[in-house]
């Protein structure tokens, strides 16, 4: 049986809106959106990526959802991740909520590997 994202799209959204996020890692979200634009010579501020960050969690179907995976060894820290093509680039995005009720540890940065999505789309 395909695993199930560990938390709703609707609630994600809603911490987006209710601008309840921390992000926990910039390397590997705003700073990853800012390199990508800066090599197509098109650079962006940090403001800027993290709003591209959100806009494309906020852009997320179901369907682009991938699997979960446990964070630093620990059982109660399962992020789910998923595979995205955002504004004409591949994306891996990956959350949390954390206890706090905030959306954290984001991930959203050029796929590192392929990324299969349940909905059957290939993401390079």
Known sequence: MAPKARYS???VFKLVDAEKVYFSAKSRSVWAVMKVFEKEGLPISEDQAEEFV????????????CDRTMQWDDPKCIADFYGIIFQGRPWFVKFLIGDDGE???ISFHPPEKELVTQGGLKIP
């Open 9 to 11: 799209l609707d609630e």
């Open 54 to 65: 959100l806009r494309g969690i906020k852009s997320l179907t179901d369907a682009h959802f």
């Open 103 to 105: 959306l954290e540890q």
